[in-house]
């Protein structure tokens, strides 16, 4: 499976300390190098930048050499070339976690998730347990439906068989 993604998942998938299910789910994720330089940015989690310093050998980065379209220049510079990057791999699934980057890969008819679909993937898996993933990841800044949450907290309370 040929998967791109931005810099979010990656991101809280450090800080929360499951990053490594993406090589579990995916084995291999290609980056486009605006997405790595996001990743080691002064702005990023100092986790994160000590996890990107040595990248690991599941994690591809790939240059872009595509010229977004002006729908593309609305998006954070990492949304824009990680979609240009899955489209020009054709790839299989892109990884985004912002509203307005979800609904522009959507309408582009790329194949898409986010954290929370990585997380709701591992414990169906039973590889977590979604509600200590959850309280982790609401410890950061990440924002998102609370009626999407409560119910994949209710879908994974029962599987707690690790």
């Keep these: 499976m040929l998967v791109v993604s931005n810099t979010s998942p990656i991101s809280y998938l450090v800080v929360t300390q499951n990053i490594d299910l993406l090589p579990r789910l995916f084995e291999c994720i290609f980056v486009p190098e605006t ?19 040595s990248p690991p050998s599941w994690l591809t980065i790939h240059p872009t050499a595509t010229q977004p379209d002006s729908d ?52 169906s898996e039973n590889w977590i347990d979604f509600a200590v993933a959850i309280e982790r990841l609401q410890q950061t800044n990440f924002r998102t439906s609370t009626t999407i949450v409560q119910t994949l907290l209710q879908k994974h309370a029962q599987s707690t068989n690790f």
């Design 35 to 53: 997405v790595r330089d996001e990743l080691a940015s002064l702005k990023a989690p100092p986790a994160v930048h000590q996890w990107i310093a």
């Design 72 to 123: 593309l220049l609305k998006l954070d510079a990492g949304e824009c070339v990680a979609i240009l990057l899955a489209e020009s791999l054709k790839a299989d699934l892109i990884l985004l976690d912002d509203l307005a980057a979800r609904r522009l890969a959507a309408d582009r008819g790329l194949s898409l998730t986010g954290v929370l679909g990585i997380l709701d993937r591992a414990a």
